[in-house]
Nanobody, 118 residues
């Protein structure tokens, strides 16, 4: 099995910064993609940022220029640096990864709350 363990959520004022981290462990041959989704109350889960094995990244339009995703292939970790946070960034943030171990499968972390409020 695979475990994704997130850390770094919390309460921050508008304009502030937070850094989320996620570590993947378990039965892993290759991490094809790893990144972050978020879900706000009453809304569907949406992609925030993801980085693929070739290094390509995708960001939601709403976070471009404010959030930066980075991946450490040796440690099987991914981080999300979030700057200039807005109240609308408030959500539960989930780490997601597509992992190849005798076949590709998607895995989710347990989620970490990010609240942007004054």
């Amino acid at each position: 099995q695979v475990q994704l363990v997130e850390s770094g959520g919390g309460l921050v004022q508008p304009g502030g910064s937070l850094r989320l981290s996620c570590a993947a462990s378990g039965r892993i041959f290759t991490i094809n993609a790893i990144g972050w989704y978020r879900q706000a109350p009453g809304k569907e889960r949406e992609l925030v940022a993801i980085v693929r094995s070739g290094g390509n990244t995708n960001y939601a339009d709403s976070v471009k220029g404010r959030f930066t995703i980075s991946r450490d292939n040796l440690k099987n970790t991914v981080s999300l640096q979030m700057n200039s946070l807005k109240p609308e960034d408030t959500a539960v943030y989930y780490c997601y990864s597509e992992i190849d171990f005798w076949g590709v499968k998607g895995y989710w972390g347990q989620g970490t709350q990010v609240t942007v409020s004054s």
